[in-house]
């Protein structure tokens, strides 16, 4: 089992920044692929980014690319999403996964965080 706790969510205005975090624990963190995803009342869950086990691999959404970065510090079983420039379209629950391969789809991601809320005024 692993346990993940996101945190760092708010409320900012367009052109602001926050800065999620996620902590693991349980199972050793670093057997594990990372990601972030996203869910906008009334739309599906989706993909924003994802980290390899070590963080030498990234990867991003289209509507994200150059404004999320996502990064990890297994030291601390925790992962990061740098969220620059916010749009208010990215306004959603944003949930952290775990999963034991690289995937930018939601199948393999076996444990998943409760979410944060993050919301862009215009």
């Known amino acids: 089992q692993v346990q993940l706790v996101e945190s760092g969510g708010g409320l900012v205005q367009a052109g602001g920044s926050l800065r999620l975090s996620c902590a693991a624990s349980?199972?050793?963190?670093?057997?594990?692929?990372m990601g972030w995803f996203r869910q906008a009342p009334g739309k599906e869950r989706e993909f924003v980014s994802a980290i390899s086990w070590s963080g030498g691999s990234t990867y991003y959404a289209d509507s994200v690319k150059g404004r999320f970065t996502i990064s990890r510090d297994n030291a601390k079983n925790t992962v990061y999403l740098q969220m620059n420039s916010l749009k208010p379209e990215d306004t959603a629950v944003y949930y952290c996964?775990?999963?034991?391969?690289?995937?930018?789809?939601?199948?393999?991601?076996?444990?998943w965080g409760q979410g944060t809320q993050v919301t862009v005024s215009s």
């Open positions: 349980g199972r050793t963190f670093t057997r594990y692929a």
């Open positions: 996964a775990a999963s034991p391969s690289w995937s930018i789809t939601r199948q393999p991601y076996d444990y």
